[in-house]
């Protein structure tokens, strides 16, 4: 069983920085990649950005390449989102999540979620 944490959500003006965290319990953390999804109000959820499991390879959506960075320390069973220059639209609860098999942008892949966290850009 894994427990999933999200943390570093908030209020941030257009331009701005977040970083958020996403601390995983359980031993089995290094093993697996990790993504992270946004939901946005009326919207269904996205993928955002994933990284694999030794962090060799890193995978983002064309809306935030270039501005988010997914990172991840195994050693503190944690994975990170850099959020630089947000825009209002990207307004979101925010979701790590853990993928057992699969394609990284196909929710069905993920066998862990967290309980997100909101992240919030004003104009």
Known sequence: ???????GGGLVQAGG?????CAASGRTFSRYPMSWFRQAPGKEREFVASISSSSSSTYYSDSVRGRFTISRDNAKNTVYLQMNSLKPEE????????????????????????????VTVSS
């Open 1 to 7: 069983q894994v427990q999933l944490v999200e943390s």
């Open 17 to 21: 920085s977040l970083r958020l965290s």
């Open 91 to 118: 307004t979101a609860i925010y979701y790590c999540a853990l993928r057992g098999g699969g394609a990284y942008d196909d929710q069905r892949s993920y066998a862990y979620w967290g309980q997100g966290t909101q």
